[in-house]
Protein backbone atom coordinates (compact mmCIF):
# COMPACT_ATOMS: atom_id res chain seq x y z
CA UNK A 1 0.00 0.00 0.00
CA UNK A 2 1.61 3.32 -0.86
CA UNK A 3 1.20 6.36 1.56
CA UNK A 4 -0.06 9.53 0.18
CA UNK A 5 2.85 11.40 1.50
CA UNK A 6 6.35 10.57 1.16
CA UNK A 7 7.63 12.48 4.35
CA UNK A 8 4.63 12.92 7.07
CA UNK A 9 5.23 16.79 7.57
CA UNK A 10 4.17 18.22 10.54
CA UNK A 11 4.72 20.46 13.88
CA UNK A 12 3.97 17.17 15.69
CA UNK A 13 6.42 14.44 14.34
CA UNK A 14 9.91 14.42 15.08
CA UNK A 15 12.85 12.33 13.65
CA UNK A 16 16.21 11.60 16.21
CA UNK A 17 19.19 10.30 14.36
CA UNK A 18 22.52 9.04 14.68
CA UNK A 19 25.42 11.41 12.75
CA UNK A 20 28.53 9.59 12.30
CA UNK A 21 31.54 11.92 10.47
CA UNK A 22 34.61 10.16 9.01
CA UNK A 23 37.60 10.93 7.72
CA UNK A 24 38.83 9.75 4.00
CA UNK A 25 40.30 6.53 5.59
CA UNK A 26 37.23 5.41 7.01
CA UNK A 27 38.02 6.43 11.16
CA UNK A 28 35.07 8.03 12.58
CA UNK A 29 35.67 11.62 13.40
CA UNK A 30 32.67 12.65 15.15
CA UNK A 31 29.10 11.17 16.17
CA UNK A 32 26.11 13.14 17.82
CA UNK A 33 22.89 12.55 17.92
CA UNK A 34 20.77 15.11 16.16
CA UNK A 35 16.56 16.12 15.96
CA UNK A 36 14.53 17.48 13.61
CA UNK A 37 11.37 19.07 14.07
CA UNK A 38 9.39 21.28 11.67
CA UNK A 39 7.37 24.24 11.83
CA UNK A 40 5.10 25.28 9.36
CA UNK A 41 3.99 28.14 7.45
CA UNK A 42 1.46 29.57 4.85
CA UNK A 43 3.14 30.94 1.73
CA UNK A 44 0.94 31.77 -0.87
CA UNK A 45 -1.78 29.65 -0.20
CA UNK A 46 0.43 26.40 0.18
CA UNK A 47 1.40 24.88 3.14
CA UNK A 48 5.16 24.70 4.05
CA UNK A 49 7.59 23.07 6.81
CA UNK A 50 10.88 23.97 7.80
CA UNK A 51 13.39 23.16 10.66
CA UNK A 52 15.59 25.89 13.05
CA UNK A 53 18.22 24.81 10.54
CA UNK A 54 18.57 26.21 7.18
CA UNK A 55 16.01 28.78 5.39
CA UNK A 56 14.56 26.01 2.97
CA UNK A 57 10.62 25.19 3.38
CA UNK A 58 9.46 22.06 2.29
CA UNK A 59 6.15 20.70 1.21
CA UNK A 60 4.45 17.35 -0.25
CA UNK A 61 2.70 17.99 -3.80
CA UNK A 62 1.21 15.84 -6.38
CA UNK A 63 5.00 15.50 -8.38
CA UNK A 64 6.40 14.58 -4.32
CA UNK A 65 8.08 16.92 -2.07
CA UNK A 66 9.00 20.33 -3.61
CA UNK A 67 11.12 22.98 -1.42
CA UNK A 68 11.75 26.78 -1.65
CA UNK A 69 13.85 29.42 0.14
CA UNK A 70 11.94 31.36 2.73
CA UNK A 71 11.26 34.84 0.37
CA UNK A 72 11.78 32.99 -2.82
CA UNK A 73 9.28 32.10 -5.43
CA UNK A 74 11.72 29.41 -6.95
CA UNK A 75 10.07 25.67 -6.45
CA UNK A 76 12.56 22.85 -6.88
CA UNK A 77 11.53 19.54 -6.93
CA UNK A 78 13.33 17.61 -4.09
CA UNK A 79 12.18 13.98 -3.69
CA UNK A 80 9.90 12.60 -6.85
CA UNK A 81 6.79 10.73 -5.67
CA UNK A 82 5.31 8.76 -6.27
CA UNK A 83 8.79 7.20 -8.57
CA UNK A 84 10.16 4.79 -10.87
CA UNK A 85 13.25 2.75 -10.48
CA UNK A 86 15.53 4.46 -13.38
CA UNK A 87 14.16 7.96 -13.14
CA UNK A 88 16.28 11.29 -13.49
CA UNK A 89 15.19 14.62 -12.51
CA UNK A 90 17.43 17.66 -11.60
CA UNK A 91 17.38 20.50 -9.36
CA UNK A 92 19.92 23.79 -8.66
CA UNK A 93 21.80 23.58 -5.61
CA UNK A 94 20.98 25.01 -2.16
CA UNK A 95 24.02 27.36 -2.49
CA UNK A 96 23.47 28.13 -5.97
CA UNK A 97 19.43 28.14 -6.17
CA UNK A 98 18.97 32.01 -7.24
CA UNK A 99 20.81 34.82 -7.32
CA UNK A 100 18.11 37.49 -7.46
CA UNK A 101 15.91 36.30 -10.73
CA UNK A 102 18.45 34.33 -12.17
CA UNK A 103 19.03 30.74 -11.86
CA UNK A 104 22.42 29.57 -12.22
CA UNK A 105 21.61 26.11 -14.30
CA UNK A 106 25.28 25.36 -14.35
CA UNK A 107 25.67 24.33 -10.69
CA UNK A 108 22.77 20.99 -10.29
CA UNK A 109 22.52 18.02 -9.12
CA UNK A 110 21.18 15.09 -10.42
CA UNK A 111 18.58 12.60 -8.40
CA UNK A 112 18.49 9.28 -9.46
CA UNK A 113 15.69 6.76 -8.63
CA UNK A 114 17.91 3.45 -7.25
CA UNK A 115 15.11 2.24 -5.95
CA UNK A 116 11.52 2.18 -5.09
CA UNK A 117 11.38 -0.72 -2.59
CA UNK A 118 14.46 -1.93 -0.35
CA UNK A 119 14.30 -2.49 3.24
CA UNK A 120 16.49 -0.46 5.47
CA UNK A 121 17.37 -1.26 9.17
CA UNK A 122 18.43 1.36 10.95
CA UNK A 123 18.15 1.55 15.23
CA UNK A 124 14.74 2.79 14.97
CA UNK A 125 13.55 -0.51 13.10
CA UNK A 126 13.12 -1.97 9.46
CA UNK A 127 11.05 0.31 7.00
CA UNK A 128 10.11 -0.04 3.14
CA UNK A 129 12.56 2.82 1.61
CA UNK A 130 12.72 4.68 -2.20
CA UNK A 131 16.04 5.24 -2.76
CA UNK A 132 17.62 8.58 -4.08
CA UNK A 133 21.04 8.83 -5.48
CA UNK A 134 21.93 12.62 -5.93
CA UNK A 135 25.36 13.86 -7.63
CA UNK A 136 26.75 16.92 -7.16
CA UNK A 137 28.15 18.24 -10.68
CA UNK A 138 30.49 20.79 -9.04
CA UNK A 139 33.52 19.96 -10.90
CA UNK A 140 34.94 21.24 -7.89
CA UNK A 141 33.18 19.07 -5.53
CA UNK A 142 33.00 15.61 -6.91
CA UNK A 143 30.26 14.00 -4.35
CA UNK A 144 27.17 12.08 -4.04
CA UNK A 145 24.70 11.32 -1.03
CA UNK A 146 22.31 8.52 -1.00
CA UNK A 147 19.16 9.11 0.74
CA UNK A 148 16.51 6.10 1.76
CA UNK A 149 13.46 7.77 2.47
CA UNK A 150 9.96 5.75 3.72
CA UNK A 151 6.81 6.37 2.54
CA UNK A 152 4.57 7.40 5.21
CA UNK A 153 8.12 8.21 7.63
CA UNK A 154 10.08 10.23 6.14
CA UNK A 155 13.97 10.37 6.51
CA UNK A 156 15.56 7.00 7.48
CA UNK A 157 18.80 7.23 6.53
CA UNK A 158 21.56 9.07 4.22
CA UNK A 159 25.11 8.56 3.57
CA UNK A 160 27.46 11.42 1.69
CA UNK A 161 30.37 10.02 -0.33
CA UNK A 162 33.22 12.49 -1.33
CA UNK A 163 36.27 11.95 -3.44
CA UNK A 164 39.67 12.71 -3.75
CA UNK A 165 42.63 12.16 -5.96
CA UNK A 166 40.12 13.59 -9.18
CA UNK A 167 37.67 11.16 -8.33
CA UNK A 168 39.80 8.16 -7.75
CA UNK A 169 39.37 7.27 -4.45
CA UNK A 170 36.04 7.72 -3.02
CA UNK A 171 34.94 7.38 0.74
CA UNK A 172 31.91 7.56 3.25
CA UNK A 173 31.83 11.00 4.82
CA UNK A 174 28.72 10.97 6.81
CA UNK A 175 26.02 8.63 7.76
CA UNK A 176 22.92 10.13 9.36
CA UNK A 177 20.88 6.71 10.50
CA UNK A 178 16.97 7.13 12.04
CA UNK A 179 17.22 6.31 15.84
CA UNK A 180 13.93 7.09 16.94
CA UNK A 181 11.02 8.36 14.27
CA UNK A 182 8.25 9.48 16.00
CA UNK A 183 4.73 10.20 14.19
CA UNK A 184 1.69 11.31 15.43
Known sequence: MQKSYLIPFS??????????????????????TDTTIFYDTVISNVHWFHTY???????NSDIG???????????????????????????PSIEHANVGNEWLADTVYNTEIITTDTIITVPSGN?????????????????YTLEFISP??????????FSYNQGKN???????EGKSIIIN
Not at 11 to 32: A, E, L, Q
Not at 53 to 59: I, L
Not at 133 to 143: M, R, V
Open 65 to 91: VVSRLIGDDHIVLTYKYPALKGEHYGS
Open 152 to 161: GYGWIKSETY
Open 127 to 143: YHCLGYKTLNNDATIIS
Open 53 to 59: RNDWTYS
Open 170 to 176: VYLFGKI
Open 11 to 32: PSNRWIYNVTIYDSVGTIKRTS
